[in-house]
């Protein structure tokens, strides 16, 4: 009887406020609802408190939005995977891939891991050319390197500038990033295809959900490192994940970076339906220090890995360093790579403790070396294979630093120290990891990302 005389009241109140105010219409909570087609025009009733009253479109003009210049639809996630579904091939090279590098990561594979590419993709036809070339030396070297395509396609930034191909595809500030998404899925499904992983940075918690399938293994720059979002992030990416030393040298931020992303997390972000949603994870143990060097300086000295090594022990770490031969260790001078490689390779055929820590190299390296800015006359004029964000060195070049290192892990191999290391760590098998046909039904074909398909997507 109680519960009627409750609904009772409540149809009452509901009547009472429909009469004083036809257009406002509680539910049994009291929150008041306006229908739609109303909204702009609807005044609340706070005249009836002796208050101010004030239109629905004066009170959003007032409090929300109010530095927004405009808001745009973007593509969800899935209707991008569906136009650029994963391919057989693709999926195999990325579960070969990631299980590759993890075990390379924990020093289960003695192999080196080299991420290796663009400083940013800002050409998609300069860069498949630069994969296919990355991909066929990759394949004659896979038993003592095991190489990644450095795919990025979002640039962080102190100031401004482009933000890459994501974010303004037509590098002239019209930012379609609908456009940029579909660019940039299409190229790692092309790279992938080559039998070549692809690795890249995350800058963010949408993103991941258009591209992060074809991700092998990924990187938080020094700028987002301490970024609580991007640790609870890496947490739950399914690949490996490199964090750098902070831009000032700080290890201990890619120390604590480490532990964050190991446990479990809840945070924001979107389906693959593009929906607001919460985000549960089991935590990331795949995860590592990249030390890519400093305002003040390098360090990626022997001293400088015993000091991070003995820093990750001490914080019940493993010892896993990577070393980014760019940025502040090349004291950004982008001939200055080869210098850091010939160091790396020298501590790595030393064989000791130190030198097996470390386990992978990054170098930025294109077609053609050194970099450029966007010219006055716009994109069509920009000098093919050339960066656009930092200076790259050219291909012949990394060829000759990735002999070297493949020579420093042959010599790293013979040395009784490290055959020691890896000895119980070795879990590297000759078979590849399978993936079911069945799985991926008619998308076992790999589909061209050719030049026509370029020109009609560049018209969405």
Not at 63 to 84: G, N, T, V
């Amino acid at each position: 009887m109680g519960a009627r005389r409750s609904v009772s009241r409540g149809l009452d109140l509901a009547q009472a406020c429909m009469d004083v105010h036809p257009l406002l219409v509680p539910d049994f909570f009291f929150h008041h609802t306006y229908p739609p087609r109303h909204l702009p025009t609807t005044t609340f009733p706070l005249g009836y408190c002796n208050m101010t009253a004030l239109t629905y479109k004066d009170a959003l003009n007032e409090l929300d939005d109010r530095r927004i210049k405009s808001i745009k639809p973007l593509l969800p996630p899935q209707i991008l995977i569906e136009e650029y579904p994963l391919t057989l091939q693709a999926a195999q090279t990325v579960a070969s891939g990631r299980k590759a590098t993890e075990e390379i990561v924990k020093h289960e594979d003695d192999r080196l891991l080299v991420v290796v590419g663009p400083c940013s993709i800002h050409d998609v036809r300069s860069g498949l050319e630069y994969a296919r070339k990355l991909a066929a030396y990759a394949e004659g070297a896979k038993e003592d390197l095991h190489i990644v395509m450095r795919v990025y396609f979002e640039k962080p930034r102190t100031t401004v500038g482009w933000k890459g191909l994501i974010n303004d595809p037509n590098l002239n500030g019209s930012f379609q990033i609908n456009k940029g998404l579909r660019l940039a899925r299409g190229f790692l499904l092309e790279v992938n295809n080559l039998g070549l992983p692809a690795g890249t940075e995350f800058l963010d918690t949408i993103s991941p959900q258009y591209t992060a399938d074809l991700i092998s293994w990924g990187a938080i720059g020094a700028r987002t490192t301490e970024s609580q979002v991007h640790r609870e992030l890496s947490s739950g990416l399914s690949m490996p994940i490199g964090f750098k030393n902070g831009t000032d040298g700080s290890i201990s931020i890619a120390v604590d970076a480490i532990k964050a992303a190991s446990s479990e997390h809840v945070f924001l972000s979107v389906t693959k339906q593009g929906i607001s949603a919460i985000v549960e994870t089991n935590g990331n143990d795949a995860c590592h220090v990249i030390l890519r060097g400093a305002n003040t300086g390098p360090n990626y000295s022997a001293d400088d890995v015993r000091t991070v090594s003995d820093k990750l022990v001490a914080a019940g770490l493993g010892a896993r360093i990577m070393i980014d031969c760019s940025h502040g260790n090349s004291e950004k001078k982008h001939e200055n790579q080869t210098r850091v490689v010939a160091s790396i390779a020298e501590q790595l055929a030393r064989g000791d403790e130190y030198g097996c820590n470390i386990f992978g190299v990054m170098i930025e390296s294109n077609l053609v070396e050194g970099k450029q800015s966007i010219p006055a006359q716009g994109p069509t004029a920009l000098k093919y294979g050339q960066s656009i964000t930092d200076a790259c060195v050219n291909w012949d070049t990394t060829v000759q630093a990735l002999d070297t290192l493949r020579t420093a892990v042959q010599a790293r191999r013979a040395q009784p120290e490290a055959k020691r290391f890896f000895k119980a760590r070795l879990s590297r098998t000759t078979s590849s990891v399978g993936i079911n046909d069945h799985f991926l039904g008619a998308n076992s074909q790999p589909t061209a990302f050719n030049d026509d398909a370029l020109a009609s997507l560049g018209k969405r």
